[in-house]
Antibody
Framework: QVQLQESGPGLVKPSETLSLTCNVS????????????WNWIRQPPGKGLEWIGY???????NYNPSLKSRVTMSVDTSRNQFSLKLNSVTAADTAVYYC???????????WGQGTLVTVSS | ETVMTQSPDTLSLSPGERATLSCRAS???????LAWYQRKPGQAPRLLIY???SRATGIPDRFSGSGSGTDFTLTISRLEPEDFAVYYC?????????FGQGTKLEIK
């Protein structure tokens, strides 16, 4: 059973960079690299889920146009992790951030529990 | 982008009753790329339905999905206590992938 777990600072100052990591266990990113897309999704307080983007085969990315100019995703296959960086954050980036695997059929078949990131000075 | 709108926002029912949750897309969505998720407090969201009507691994058969074009439905035939949660629909056929705002299923 694949498990995903997000980690990173819970508090980020405005204008700084939010950095999160998703650790994948119960499977290997490197072994799955040809088959799966690794995604980030977020949910601001009181709002809906927003897809941030995915990384595929370590080099192919697809970002939501609403965040594209500020987002970078990467994969570290040696550590079974993939990461999100969101720069120039504001209070509007305060949210619970989830990582998820996009399965072979295209839906998100495994998710992390989510981690709350607050942007505040 | 394809806007997904769910109704109702909150559904109050009793265990044993039938639940019908709706999801409407702002433009046509291929039935291949419509999913439903369940989320409980403090837990990872769980995939229930993909491809409009296919149950994910381990999902009980009281959960069923249907629909086409712009209108989709998640039905829970007989509610169990563990079914009270928030449900989201999602289209993943067109980037950016988008979710509905969620329907909270609460105990009446």
């Amino acid at each position: 059973q694949v498990q995903l777990q997000e980690s990173g600072p819970g508090l980020v100052k405005p204008s700084e960079t939010l950095s999160l990591t998703c650790n994948v266990s119960g499977g290997s990113i490197s072994g799955s690299i040809s088959n799966y897309y690794w995604n980030w999704i977020r949910q601001p307080p009181g709002k809906g889920l927003e897809w941030i983007g995915y990384i595929y085969k370590s080099v192919t990315t697809n970002y939501n146009p609403s965040l594209k100019s500020r987002v970078t995703m990467s994969v570290d296959t040696s550590r079974n992790q993939f990461s999100l960086k969101l720069n120039s954050v504001t209070a509007a980036d305060t949210a619970v951030y989830y990582c998820a695997r996009k399965g072979l059929g295209g839906s998100f078949d495994f998710w992390g529990q989510g981690t709350l990131v607050t942007v505040s000075s | 982008e394809t806007v997904m709108t769910q109704s109702p926002d909150t559904l109050s029912l009793s265990p044993g009753e039938r639940a019908t949750l709706s999801c409407r897309a702002s433009q046509s969505v291929s039935s291949t790329y419509l999913a439903w998720y369940q989320r409980k407090p403090g837990q990872a969201p769980r995939l229930l339905i993909y491809g409009t009507s296919s149950r994910a691994t381990g999902i009980p058969d009281r959960f069923s999905g249907s629909g086409s074009g712009t209108d989709f439905t998640l039905t829970i035939s007989r509610l169990e206590p563990e079914d009270f949660a928030v449900y989201y629909c999602q289209q993943y056929g067109t980037s950016p992938y988008t979710f509905g705002q969620g329907t909270k299923l609460e105990i009446k």
